[in-house]
């Protein structure tokens, strides 16, 4: 072996250490990942496809990218993919296809995603579940779920390939997504009664169809399958009674939620943060205050401490109740024990001060929202323009717009819906119609509340129209 190739292995063995180390560590970056894979493919031998999978991975997960990392992937999958023949090289294996399959879905390019598999095929991989639940993924985001039961029921058994429990829940999922949590129940129930082969279904099965019948309002028939757990002999988890109690409160039906706490308590199952936060928005919406008060005791004697979310349902209760200055010395007092207010919170108070139009208060909120670098978001700047635009501060409000462009934010439906109204209130009906063109052009699609402001308030807008 020449000098020269044995340097080059050990830089690839070194390469793979490196990798390998910080990848189970979870130490590695997206921008570190990008780095170690330009160094590793130039020294990459037919072994070093793992590392390579453990790079594509990283870049894949990492977050805040949208659908840029996905994109990235398959630019580095086409450089592997692209290497020399002519030298011993790394080759793609059926994780690394699985990965560019994920991404393909990712980007919303299903027929991509497809193609790699047909790829697949062609490659003569054995093909399994987890490279196929990735289709079915892609498919069942894609709102195509028709097509991802075929897929499920007739191609894999096709490929020899045999369906997991995670195929199951993906449809399941895809079905409640859509609102069709009727047909989520019948396949639960095939699953359930053996007619889905040898996959019965785990808690999250249950899980994903009670949450879908919730969310469909069918509180009954989701109650009725949460009990039936039991007789299927399939345990509970916090997951399931807190999604039990969620959609039980969000029904106005608090005193069962209630029972259900009770029940999980009894059972062993010990409740998390989110569970209390539930049972304590429940309350607040129904206006018992006496029982968040015993809630909040009852999370103490629980080991618990409220969080960021219990804050803001509490804060929450009090501005609507308009109670601003209790709401206040709240916020205040969550600081004091170390709970760090996020950008709801301050939505939430500012939205309380601008209901009462304590403009103010807002103000020095904002001031305060600024100092301890919380970056304002969409919600922030419509509570602040409505404001501005409801006390007829055009001018103020007409800054607002300009600041929301500055931070990247482009002013919404709201937005504009309240800037015409106050246009429209001040009788600048030019100015509200140039609002209004210029919403249309920037595809804005104007609701009711805007035709409302331009055609009742000033008939005579009829005309610039037309």
Not at 6 to 26: P, W, Y
Request: aromatic share 8%.
């Amino acid at each position: 072996m020449s000098r020269r190739v044995s340097a080059a292995l050990d830089r690839c063995l070194e390469l793979e250490r490196v990798i390998a180390g910080r990848f189970h560590s979870g130490s590695l970056g997206l921008d570190d990942a990008v780095k170690l894979f330009d160094e590793l493919l130039p020294v990459a031998r037919p072994a070093s496809v793992r590392a390579c999978n453990q790079l594509l991975t990283t870049v894949s997960r990492a977050q805040g990218r949208g659908s840029t990392t996905s994109a990235l992937v398959v630019s580095l999958f086409n450089r592997m993919a692209r290497a020399s023949p002519n030298k011993v090289a790394v080759t793609p294996d059926l994780r690394t296809y699985s990965i560019i399959i994920c991404s393909f879905c990712s980007m919303g390019c299903l027929e991509l995603s497809f193609a790699a598999f047909g790829l697949v095929l062609k490659k003569g991989f054995r093909v399994d579940a987890t490279i196929i639940n990735q289709l079915l993924k892609g498919l069942c985001d894609g709102k195509r779920v028709r097509e991802a039961m075929d897929v499920l029921l007739r191609r894999m058994p096709e490929f020899g390939c045999t369906p997991d429990v995670f195929s199951y829940n993906i449809i399941l999922k895809g079905f409640c997504n859509e609102r069709r949590a009727e047909e989520a129940l019948e396949l639960l129930h095939m699953m359930a009664d053996d007619g889905g082969g040898s996959c019965p279904p785990d808690d999250v099965s249950y899980n994903t169809v009670i949450n879908g019948l919730f969310r469909d309002n069918q509180v009954d028939r989701a109650y009725n399958l949460f009990r039936e757990m039991d007789d299927r002999g399939i345990f509970p988890t916090v997951v399931t009674y807190t999604t039990v109690i969620d959609g039980l409160c969000k029904a106005q039906a608090v005193d069962r939620a209630e029972g259900v706490l009770q029940q999980m308590i009894h059972k062993g199952v010990k409740p998390n943060n989110q569970t209390y936060n539930c049972l304590i928005h429940g309350y607040c919406s129904s206006g018992q205050g006496k029982e968040v008060v015993r809630m909040l005791n009852e999370i103490s004697a629980h080991g618990h401490q409220p969080d960021v979310v219990t804050c803001n349902l509490l804060l929450d209760y009090h501005c609507k109740n308009g109670r601003c200055t209790e709401a206040r010395n709240f916020f205040d007092s969550m600081i004091e024990k170390g709970i760090k207010p996020n950008v709801t919170t301050y939505n939430t108070l500012l939205n309380g001060y601008a209901t009462k139009g304590a403009l103010s208060d807002m103000h020095g909120l904002l001031d305060l929202m600024a100092g301890n670098d919380i970056s304002p978001d969409h919600h922030t700047f419509n509570i602040v323009f409505c404001a501005y635009a409801k006390g007829g501060m055009i001018d103020e409000a007409m800054h607002i717009f300009d600041q929301m462009r500055q931070q990247g934010l482009s002013p919404d439906v709201a937005s504009y819906g309240a800037m015409i109204d106050a246009l429209c209130k001040l009788g600048r009906v030019d100015e509200a119609i140039h609002k209004f063109n210029q919403m249309i052009n920037e595809g804005v699609t104007p609701g009711i509340v805007v035709f409302s402001s331009l055609v009742y308030r000033t008939p005579r807008t009829l005309r610039h129209l037309q």
